[in-house]
């Protein structure tokens, strides 16, 4: 059974600098996009996570959509936001960042995923993830309003996008296939290993072939 679209459905409680965090959403993701947060760094790079970054993650994941959104407009008040992390009193950078980031992300960035289309290059569209995402669930699912669909946790909202797409030609890779592919990585990586061992056993042997030649052993007599 596939884990990601059941452990959407799970909440997972997590209180960083003394506060209540709701479920992240793509309210949350765009909030932090909108402080230029490392924790939705889209350029794939590391980087250096701040107590300051830390203290704006968790109060924008302690509001929700749409009253967060208006204390960030239309100029966040970062100030205020920075005395309010240290007004909690003393805490171990290391040990709040574990958990934000090791188990409050961690659980719910979990995602369903697809197949890459095997025609041509995958279009990778302008607008912002989490607008892209709900405007799909928006467009699809009759029903659901769109305050809900900006504060759903954003493992829910991603498998009922999958979901979605699958219904629409999307092929959504199974546990198995999943498995089935890390064990073929796995056994390619081992085949290029053991290739590039071979060829280094084969060049030092060359090498000492070489020294043999220019520093033959004399013969005793």
Known sequence: ?????????CYHPCTVLNRKLKPFSAWHAAGLMLLDSPFVNATGEPIAVERKDLILAAYVCGTEYPSGAAALYPEPDLVAVCEWGESV???DFEEELAKFDQQYLAHYLTLPQ???SKKGETKISAIPWPFYVVGIVLQFMKGIEETA???LPISRLVSYKTSIAERHGVEVQSQRQKELRELAR??????????QQKEE???KREQRKKTMKKN???KKT
């Open 216 to 218: 033959p052993r004399k």
């Open 1 to 9: 059974m596939d884990n990601e679209f059941l452990r959407s459905l």
């Open 114 to 116: 697809t197949w890459q």
């Open 201 to 203: 056993r084969r060049l």
């Open 89 to 91: 009193g003393a805490w």
């Open 186 to 195: 796995k056994i390619a990586a081992d085949a290029v290993l053991k290739s």
């Open 149 to 151: 669909a900006w504060n």
